[in-house]
């Protein structure tokens, strides 16, 4: 197992350079489509009752939930059970830009499979009828204007492949928001605090000690910002009556230059309606890296409006306790979410209005809102 394990570092390289390659495209493009953002939301809302009609017809009820991401309201189809699109205007501009999209979607989609296949096939040297890896990508622009600061930027990507060769024990995650997933709420998207580091790549292996339908227990091995870590996590989910809901989620970590760590969230859901529900979140987190404990609330109430459009009213509140300052509030946050998903079935967009009471300006009301489209790759076959 150790030297597998080695194995896998070593190479990891080699499968990073195809994931880089695939989202470093559209990191180039970042700036430019931050200056447009905002034209295309215009646009968006022009065209929107075309496209929602166009969605309404070709979605169809998700029932599969990610054990790895579960932050998103609407949760895109999978590929085997979308129908064939099929386009018959050739040769016109609505034709082409159809295209250059589905495009786009294969290159990036084709080019992290070979790199999962080629990866999974350095364990095994059984090259006939082999059992392909199952890829899924993530890429989201988005633009956050708020007050006192109109250039901010919201671009994240995630790549998480499966490898059949483990028993779907072991995964390769790829993503620049490994901090972000020990510091933010599940639902929470708004970035609260400032951006310290340009550097936030982190690649990381996943093992799969146990797994069923309401409980987990993994470890993560790997790098984050230039830093070594490994984390292990434990997650049990309990339901009763249809109608209530409980998450607990304990996770110790090690990073090599912040020292040891550990945190835990928990979550209560209440199912008011098929259609509304009440979620609270509550997250406390210590680490050698800095004194005292922090903590952070979150008040949520979700709404889904159809199988293509869902909202999210939020209300988090987020401090420390025990530290230098003793107890004190760093930043009220109240949101209003509204995701939908238009023109492509693996395309999502987002607008989120907010206001923040931060510490740091004497909890003065700073507005801002939140633009943001998002893709999903995937690939299996």
């Known amino acids: 197992m150790v030297f597998q394990i080695s194995q896998i570092l070593v190479n990891v390289k080699g499968l990073t350079c195809g994931v880089v390659i695939a989202v470093q495209w559209m990191k180039d493009m970042t700036k430019k489509m931050s200056r447009l953002l905002l034209s295309t939301w215009l646009i968006i809302a022009g065209t929107w009752s075309a496209s929602y009609c166009y969605a309404q017809q070709s979605a169809t009820p998700v029932n599969e939930v990610s054990s790895e991401n579960e932050s998103d309201i609407i949760k895109p189809q999978s590929k085997k059970a979308q129908p064939e699109e099929k386009f018959t205007i050739h040769g016109s501009p609505t034709q082409a830009e159809i295209d250059w999209m589905e495009s786009l979607h294969e290159r990036v989609s084709d080019t992290v499979f070979r790199s999962a296949f080629w990866f999974d096939g350095f364990f095994t040297d059984e090259d006939d009828a082999r059992e392909r890896p199952d890829v899924k990508a993530r890429i989201r622009l988005g633009w956050e204007p708020k007050a006192r600061d109109l250039s901010g930027l919201d671009n994240k990507f995630r790549v998480r492949l499966k490898l059949p060769h483990f028993k779907d024990r072991m995964d390769l995650i790829f993503s620049d928001d490994e901090e972000d997933s020990l510091n933010s709420l599940p639902l929470e998207v708004v970035n609260t605090r400032p951006q310290i580091e340009d550097d936030s790549f982190a690649a990381a292996v996943r093992f799969v000690h146990h797994s069923d339908s309401d409980h987990i227990t993994d470890t993560r091995l790997g790098i984050s910002s230039g830093d070594v870590f490994v984390r292990a996590r434990h997650k049990s989910r309990y339901s009763w009556h249809k109608t209530h809901g409980i998450r607990i989620e304990p996770a110790v970590f090690y990073f090599v230059d912040d020292g040891l760590g550990a945190r835990l969230l928990l979550e209560y859901d209440y199912q008011l309606s098929p259609r509304d529900q009440f979620r609270f979140d509550y997250s406390i987190r210590g680490s050698e890296a800095f004194s005292g404990i922090r903590w952070k609330h979150g008040f949520y109430h979700l709404h889904q409006f159809s199988l293509v459009q869902a909202g999210a009213l939020g209300f988090v509140i987020e401090g420390e306790r025990n530290g230098e300052n003793g107890f004190m509030i760093d930043n009220y946050t109240l949101s209003y979410r509204y995701r939908f998903n238009a023109y492509k ?35 299996n076959q």
């Open 345 to 379: 079935q693996w395309l999502f967009f987002e607008v989120e209005p907010f206001l923040e009471w931060p510490e740091d300006t004497n909890y003065k009301t700073t507005p801002g809102i939140a633009l943001r489209v998002e893709g999903y790759f995937y690939k």
